[in-house]
């Protein structure tokens, strides 16, 4: 699911949604995996400069990363960064 308007194709999430933002964020990444705009196997930005894109706190990138990876969606890897999962 995409969450929110674009703004140079960039969501805006709702911070006053009963869905906490984290899971927002972790929604709108899946849904852009589920449409092929980011690609399995991608490696993914850093937690500060997706915050930084989104618009929310790096915390938040970093809970919806948590979340992906319990998911199954993503994986990290020590010293290489986070990657969306080839499955």
Sequence with gaps: MVYGAHVEDRPVFD??????????VAGYIEGQVKV??????????SERDMGEYYGVAYQTIRRAMRELRERGLVESVLGKGTFITKR
């Design 15 to 24: 911070a006053a949604s009963a869905e906490p933002l984290y899971m927002q």
């Design 36 to 45: 092929g705009k980011i690609t399995r196997g991608q490696r993914l930005p």
